[in-house]
């Protein structure tokens, strides 16, 4: 069984669990959403004092945090007991690409090129603070995100959404396709 | 009870994002040089699944675990917001390969470096909190 989980998961398997997730947090009584929890850190820090955006019913939000908590503990459960063999198999066009910028597909099991961002190289760190940056603001101008947006949002046929996928799309095509080649190419 | 119940599914998240392998920089980094299916097939099916989910539990109905019908509150149409704001969280997809979701998930795979990015991003949405009267929504 566990053997089984661990194989790398075919896309439509994922597409299925995912919505699952959806599922089960919509008959919970909530809605998929995960970046209302940077807005809800801040506020949870006194931010409201200052700002309105930040006055949040805290209460309404506990399931959020709990949430949250589970994802970090499911990182470390898939990570430990049930990670693949092999590092993530991405396209071998992708790899070709990735060996000009010095970049081995393997690094961190095929899930993050560590060898950029780790805590001894100052760059990779700035470049992780940006990253975040952009995500913590970006994702509460469009009020949500991939979550929010790319699955509530379009489950529900809204154009709003849909709108804010087309923008998370014209950001990503611009920082690969323009800004990487420049910071890390 | 029902707190417990969200942490579970969290976790349920977490194992699916790892194995979907949405949580890997070079499968979002793949998904931008449209370099392969995988993450528009995840994303893709997801999304399907979900429409037909949503129309199920509205249609018979299925009502939520406190007897409610299934409500979308919907979100004003912005669309400045949503195209400047969803670009902005786009460059940082691309940079860290994560959005918030899999930010979380890769703490938990012991990526200690997304404590920074997760931090960064609270710093993010607190400027956001502070200066979204001066921007166009």
């Known amino acids: 069984m566990i053997e089984f989980i661990s194989q790398p998961w075919h896309w439509a398997v994922g597409g299925v669990f995912l919505a699952l997730v959806s599922f089960l947090l919509t008959w919970l009584g909530r809605m998929f959403g995960i970046s209302s929890i940077f807005r809800n850190i801040c506020a949870m820090v006194g931010a409201g004092d200052r700002f309105s955006y930040f006055k949040v019913n805290l209460k309404e939000e506990r399931w959020r945090l709990l949430f949250v908590f589970g994802i970090i503990v499911g990182g470390y459960i898939a990570a430990h007991y049930l990670a693949s063999p092999e590092p993530v198999a991405i396209s071998p066009k992708t790899v070709a690409h990735l060996q000009e910028w010095n970049i081995d597909a393997r690094e961190g099991d095929g899930f993050l090129p560590v060898s950029i961002f780790n805590f001894s190289n100052p760059y990779g760190i700035l470049l992780a603070v940006l990253g975040g940056f952009l995500v913590g603001f970006g994702t509460r101008y469009a009020d949500g995100c991939t979550s929010g947006h790319a699955m509530t949002g379009l489950s529900h046929l809204q154009v709003q959404s849909f709108i804010a996928v087309i923008g998370f799309f014209i950001g990503g095509l611009i920082m690969t396709w323009i800004l990487l080649p420049i910071l890390i190419g | 009870m029902r707190l417990l119940s969200f942490f579970l599914v969290g976790i349920l998240f977490g194992i699916v994002a790892t194995k979907s392998e949405v949580i890997s920089w070079f499968r979002i980094h793949e998904m931008f040089r449209f370099e392969s299916f995988h993450m ?75 404590g920074v990015v997760i931090v960064s991003a609270v710093v993010g949405a607190f400027v956001y909190g502070a200066i979204r009267d001066y921007l166009p929504h």
């Not at chain 2, 997801?46 to 409610?68: C, E, H, N, R, Y």
């Not at chain 2, 460059?91 to 979701?101: D, F, N, S, T, Y």
Request: hydrophobic share 55%; net charge positive.
């Open chain 2, 40 to 114: 528009y097939g995840v994303i893709g099916s997801a999304v399907v699944f979900g429409i037909i989910t949503m129309l199920i539990m509205k249609k018979l109905p299925v009502k939520t675990i406190d007897g409610k019908l299934v409500v979308y509150k919907v979100k004003a149409m912005q669309v400045k917001r949503f195209l400047i704001g969803g670009s902005i969280f786009g460059m940082g997809w691309g940079l860290i390969g994560a959005c918030p979701g899999p930010m979380f998930t890769m703490l938990g795979h012991g990526f200690l470096i997304f």
